[in-house]
């Protein structure tokens, strides 16, 4: 099992973080802690192998966390779990090595994806051995999901990954007004995108049929 601590500082989301963790297989809450304080004596005190590490904490913050836990030398992976968008602050948490970033608000589909990503790339690399280049872009890759390339012209790279995160936030498959709303777009300009995204495989495209009329679309990321 991997051992997870959640840090926040609000205990009712922490709560909300530890059944969302406490749900995926094959992970297990090791411990809560709602300041960085309280972090780091945890995993002085306990075996952890993942920290889902928000980044406001009451004393100090959770880039401050993961600086101290590199120079002691804890061999604990961080996924930075947090409201904070700003690029700097995205950078700085990938220059002292936070596997991946999820900003807040997310889904527990969000959550499960990066938390299912982690345990393929700890299973590989506890495994030992050589991985050839395309097992590592494969694992990495499942980490930070790289943008759409090449966009045919009129199309924005902003707007498609809109939609992509509400695709893949989304813990079936949704409809395209369903995904207009949750993107914040029109419905016309979702099918659009939606069907540039189905043509290059990134989307499964199914149909639900009522007692009358036309079936309704419904789109899952593939």
Known sequence: ??????????????????????????????????????????????????????????????LAVVRELRRLGRQVDVIMVTAARDVATVQDAMRHGALQY????????????KLEAYAALRHTLDGGGQAEQA?????????????????????SPTTAELVRRALRDADGPLSA????????????????????????????????YGETGRPEHRYAWA
């Open 1 to 62: 099992m991997i051992q997870v601590l959640i840090v926040d500082d609000d205990v009712r989301v922490a709560e909300i973080n530890a059944a969302y963790v406490a749900k995926v297989a094959g992970f297990r809450v090791a411990a809560q802690a709602h300041s960085a304080a309280q972090a780091l004596a945890v995993v002085e005190e306990v075996p952890v192998d993942l920290v889902l590490l928000d980044h406001y904490l009451p004393d100090r913050n959770g």
């Open 102 to 113: 999820l900003v807040k608000p997310f889904t527990y589909a969000g959550l499960r994806s």
């Open 135 to 155: 097992e590592v872009d494969r694992l990495f890759g499942a980490l930070w999901a790289a943008g759409e390339p090449d966009l045919p012209k009129g199309h």
């Open 177 to 208: 007004q369903e995904i207009a709303e949750r993107a914040g777009m029109s419905r016309q300009t979702a099918q659009r995108y939606l069907k540039l995204l189905e043509r290059t495989g990134k989307v499964r495209l199914t149909l639900r």
